[in-house]
T-cell receptor, first 113, second 114 residues
Framework: GENVEQHPSTLSVQEGDSAVIKCTYSDSASNYFPWYKQELGKRPQLIIDIRSNVGEKKDQRIAVTLNKTAKHFSLHITETQPEDSAVYFCAASIEGGGNKLTFGTGTQLKVEL | NAGVTQTPKFRILKIGQSMTLQCTQDMNHNYMYWYRQDPGMGLKLIYYSVGAGITDKGEVPNGYNVSRSTTEDFPLRLELAAPSQTSVYFC?????????????FGEGSRLTVL
């Protein structure tokens, strides 16, 4: 089955700096890659996603890039703010693959003032 | 609009006891899922359903059972609770499969087995 690895497990940045979280996946048939944000004690919420037919997608301060050849994708957050502090999960799934979304192990992002 | 509602939010069980985590959604979503979240381990899929009357196993189904008699409800049953089932459980739903659309999560249920 699909295996998703996520790095780093913790990340600390100064407010205003950029943050990058990286994920790799094992199954070349995976074609959908969402990112979820989970604030402390809250439910995970989708922040951005990308499909395999595009290489990059942006939404204000966040962007996701995908390298199908290398089987990795990354989340980029620019001009970080304290409210960006949370756990971020990447995930991957295969279209028609039994609806199974495989998550990475998460990255704890801390934005320091 | 309540979205996905889970009950209870917290529960302590003794080893060998059984219980049911309730999940209901009011978005008329066909797809529903149960995940467990352990520290540093991400979210692991326990069971999922693509519609009323249809359920299937995820990555970690042992020790759990589910049913889907209606579109709205997807309860998770724990039989003979074990300490390894101590975790935070999330129910989720989506309008289409997770490979094409957003998952909406409930607030989670924290279960401790002693």
């Amino acid at each position: 089955g699909e295996n998703v690895e996520q790095h780093p497990s913790t990340l600390s940045v100064q407010e205003g700096d950029s943050a990058v979280i990286k994920c790799t996946y094992s199954d070349s048939a995976s074609n959908y890659f969402p990112w979820y944000k989970q604030e402390l004690g809250k439910r995970p919420q989708l922040i951005i996603d990308i499909r395999s037919n595009v290489g990059e997608k942006k939404d204000q301060r966040i962007a996701v890039t995908l390298n199908k050849t290398a089987k990795h994708f990354s989340l980029h957050i620019t001009e970080t703010q304290p409210e960006d502090s949370a756990v971020y999960f990447c995930a991957a799934s295969i279209e028609g693959g039994g609806n199974k979304l495989t998550f990475g192990t998460g990255t704890q992002l801390k934005v320091e003032l | 609009n309540a979205g996905v509602t889970q009950t209870p939010k917290f529960r302590i069980l003794k080893i060998g006891q059984s219980m049911t985590l309730q999940c209901t959604q009011d978005m008329n979503h066909n797809y529903m899922y149960w995940y467990r979240q352990d520290p540093g381990m991400g979210l692991k899929l326990i069971y999922y359903s693509v519609g009323a009357g249809i359920t299937d196993k995820g990555e970690v189904p042992n020790g759990y059972n589910v049913s889907r008699s209606t579109t709205e409800d997807f309860p998770l049953r724990l039989e003979l609770a074990a300490p390894s089932q101590t975790s935070v459980y999330f129910c989720a739903s989506s309008a289409v499969g997770p490979n094409t659309g957003e998952l909406f999560f409930g607030e989670g249920s924290r279960l401790t087995v002693l």
